[in-house]
């Protein structure tokens, strides 16, 4: 295989393990938040309830 | 509105980010990790942003909400490409650069695409989808994060890296990435425990604090000495 398609190889599989386990671990929770940066509040997710459209923000109503 | 415990664990872990930068600045390994230091410092002024957000408008408004996701995707990326940094380091006697850095911007590339393909069929709005992506791709990243962090956990194990400084920064993310995943799952089974709302914040302070740590404590050259080595017989 041409050394070049090694990072594209690499880089698939990677994805792949990722959404994997994001798939495994998402399935069967009721919350969607997995990761805050720092420590600030965390505000209701755009996608709390699968992929339902999500509501106006309260400024925007 | 967050508790007062939650305004102390937040400044707390802003003050540690502040720590990481200065340890880094005054033992002179700005520039050696600078990925890892602009997280720090982008996370810094996203901390003071967000307070200042929360203060004027609320945690209910929408500018906190835009403010929130929006630089929590930003910071997710920067994170990435400090986790990147690390890959150059452990593989700069490989003479392997080019390599992971294309493997990394098709990695990137790769999680947008597919994070577009998962918001694309829900939404017709241009500005909700826009939003949607946004927090899909980090949450995407994320978990991309905590896959890259393993594997280069192996790969040191594997070439047997030395450098205490280099190995205690990787650990300690892979630490941070392993505490919010088991915090997930703990959440997930005892949805009703109040404690977790405290432990997500708190589990913030402790990749500055382990990182602080790193740059205050360990010389950036000293290395461990392998336990087969010293047991070499005369």
């Given at each position: 295989m041409s050394r070049k398609l090694t990072p594209l190889l690499l880089a698939m599989l990677v994805l792949a393990g990722a959404m994997g386990l994001k798939t495994a671990v998402m399935a069967?929770?009721?919350?969607?938040?997995m990761m805050a940066n720092g420590g600030a509040p965390v505000p209701q997710p755009p996608m709390a309830n699968g992929g339902a459209p999500v509501p106006q923000p309260p400024s925007a109503q | 509105m967050p508790s007062s415990l939650g305004y102390v664990i937040w400044l707390l872990a802003t003050l540690l980010e502040v720590a990481v930068v200065v340890c880094a600045i005054s033992r002179h390994c700005f520039g050696r990790y600078l990925c890892l230091n602009l997280y720090m410092l982008s996370s810094l002024f996203v901390s003071v942003a967000r307070y200042l957000a929360l203060s004027h408008?609320?945690?209910?408004?929408g500018e906190y909400w835009y403010l929130y996701y929006y630089s929590d995707a930003v910071l997710t990326i920067f994170l990435y490409l400090a986790l990147i940094t690390l890959y150059l380091h452990v593989f700069d006697?490989?003479?392997?650069e080019k390599y992971v850095r294309l493997a990394a911007v098709l990695l990137l590339a790769g999680t947008a695409l597919f994070s577009y393909g998962v918001v694309h069929q829900s939404f017709q709005s241009s500005g909700k989808m826009l939003a949607s992506f946004v927090f899909e791709l980090s949450q995407n990243l994320y978990f991309v994060g905590l896959v890259l962090t393993y594997v280069l956990w192996g790969a040191i194990l594997k070439l047997r890296e030395s450098r205490t400084q280099l190995i205690q920064l990787v650990l300690s993310l892979g630490v941070y990435f392993s505490a919010f995943a088991a915090t997930f799952a703990l959440e997930n089974m005892f949805?009703?425990?109040?404690?977790f709302a405290y432990i997500v914040p708190a589990l913030g302070c402790l990749l500055p604090l382990a990182w602080a740590y790193a740059f205050w404590?360990?010389?950036?050259?000293a290395r461990m000495v392998p336990a087969r080595l010293a047991m070499v017989p005369r």
């Open positions: 069967h929770s009721g919350s969607a938040i | 408008f609320g945690v209910r408004s006697e490989m003479k392997v949805p009703n425990l109040q404690f404590r360990l010389a950036p050259d």
